[in-house]
């Protein structure tokens, strides 16, 4: 927020005569950007997919991404892109949470309040066949229980295993510290794998 | 260690995230308990499977469009709408193809024409479910498979480690010449190859080219030229091009 009022600032306190040269930086600028940030759309989509759980609200919350990112491109410090759009996709994300007003919201420094969720289809299994192959968990099946996943595992295996993330960049996507990170990942594993041989169960 | 330390650890070795003497130490301790190994196993059977399944959604291309309206345009950039309405073909392997990589070589010629002929057989190739001629992960099979069927012996490195998974090769045509046609997968990517003999203008060192939405990049490699053609995001491919030139000047030609 204060990097984005400074940005404002600075844009307020430019000299008219420089206005030329700004038409040129601002060229650059786009072209710099459209370079760097496009080519990771199918990732930022992806995400909003997962976290809105609709293909409409992905579009939207991916073109405000795109448009905020564009916005705020001067306060970008540079180091991988993918992470700091998938950031600005998270917040936009909140935001739509919060208009939708439901009780969903994501709960990224409550790790408590997660792990209390109590789901029936969550719920630790007597007891696990650790050898049981996840052989025959198709895309289908795993996308639908990726996105039946708590919030806080949901978005941290999101990032690790289809948008290919290191911690590093998770934690600072997430902002939660690398160990947070490390941990709900095992963690939304273990729950994906239980959703997977409970539903193995049912057939 | 304790078990719960290790429960959690093991993730982290099985995504490659801990450095050498950790990873001995949480592999120490899993090889004495049954209970942290299982949770080991776990964790890798679970990443197996999420890596043989697309996970992926593919952005609408009217979201591509609006995006790129959105933001200024200093000069008309090529036709994209066209290469977009291309890249539509076809919904049902429009997942496939917007996740594939080609290389193709190239011949003098006109590049672009050549560029935009590679696309074409790479998206032939997707929607055609003519990918492969030889089926096998193994570059000593798919290598030898191209003896006497080209005057070429094509690079086949096996990057499976660096997460290019080969699946096989086929035999293609790119400016009426037979070329070697190569097919690698990064997760839930097709990767399409092609390898042929002085076509184009490749030059030493990757050099990208966007065309039809694709990104491609195009080198010489050991006498051949070389062309990426992919819509996978340009550093992925630009690092899938790095780690197939170094695993080829480990190998040697051979």
């Known amino acids: 927020m204060t990097a984005h009022l400074r940005m404002i600032v600075d844009n307020e306190k430019r000299p008219p005569q420089a206005a030329a040269s700004a038409a040129v930086d601002s060229a650059e600028k786009a072209e710099r950007f459209r370079a760097l940030a496009l080519p990771h759309l199918d990732d930022v989509y992806t995400l909003a997919r997962y976290l809105l759980r609709n293909a409409s609200d992905a579009e939207d919350a991916a073109q405000e991404c795109y448009l905020r990112a564009f916005r705020h491109f001067d306060t970008f410090r540079g180091g991988p892109v993918k992470p700091w759009l998938l950031a600005i996709l998270r917040n936009v994300c909140h935001a739509e949470f919060a208009r939708r007003g439901k009780a969903e919201v994501l709960h990224a420094d409550d790790t408590d309040t997660v792990e209390n969720v109590s789901h029936t289809a969550w719920a630790e299994p007597d007891n696990a066949p650790e050898s049981m192959s996840l052989a025959r968990l198709d895309g289908e099946t795993a996308r639908k229980l990726i996105a039946g996943l708590p919030d806080a595992f949901r978005d941290v295996l999101v990032l690790r295993e289809i948008n290919d993330l290191s911690y590093r960049d998770i934690a600072e996507v997430t902002g939660a510290p690398i160990g947070t990170v490390m941990s709900r990942l095992a963690r939304g594993r273990n729950l994906l794998r239980q959703a997977f041989l409970a539903e193995e169960k049912e057939r | ?254």
Request: net charge negative.
């Open chain 2, 1 to 254: 260690m304790t078990c719960d330390d290790a429960a959690v650890l093991v993730h982290a070795l099985a995504d490659g995230e801990l450095d050498a003497s950790h990873a001995r130490e949480v592999e120490a301790h899993a090889a004495s308990c049954t209970a942290c190994a299982a949770e080991l196993a776990a964790a890798q059977d679970m990443k197996r499977a999420l890596g043989a399944s697309n996970l992926r959604f593919a952005a609408p291309a009217s979201l591509r469009m609006r995006i790129e309206g959105a933001i200024p345009k200093p000069q008309p950039a090529a036709n994209r709408r066209t290469l977009l309405k291309g890249f539509a073909l076809g919904s049902a392997m429009s997942a496939i193809a917007a996740s594939g990589i080609g290389f193709v070589v190239l011949r003098e010629a006109s590049d672009n024409r050549l560029m935009g002929d590679a696309i074409s057989a790479h998206l032939r190739a997707l929607q055609g479910e003519h990918l492969t001629d030889v089926l096998s992960t193994d570059q000593h099979t798919v290598k030898p498979w191209f003896n006497g069927k080209l005057d070429l012996a094509p690079p086949v490195p096996d990057l499976t480690a660096q997460g290019f998974t080969l699946i096989g090769g086929r035999l293609d045509f790119l400016d009426g010449k037979p070329v070697a046609a190569l097919v690698y997968r990064r997760r839930a990517h097709v990767i399409d190859v092609f390898v042929g003999q002085e076509l184009g203008s490749a030059p030493d060192a990757p050099d990208l080219s966007v065309m039809q939405g694709f990104n491609v990049l195009r080198w010489r490699e050991g006498g051949l030229s070389v062309i990426a053609v992919s819509d996978l995001n340009r550093d992925e491919l630009e690092d899938f091009a790095v780690k197939f030139r170094a695993s080829e000047r480990t190998a040697g030609t051979g």
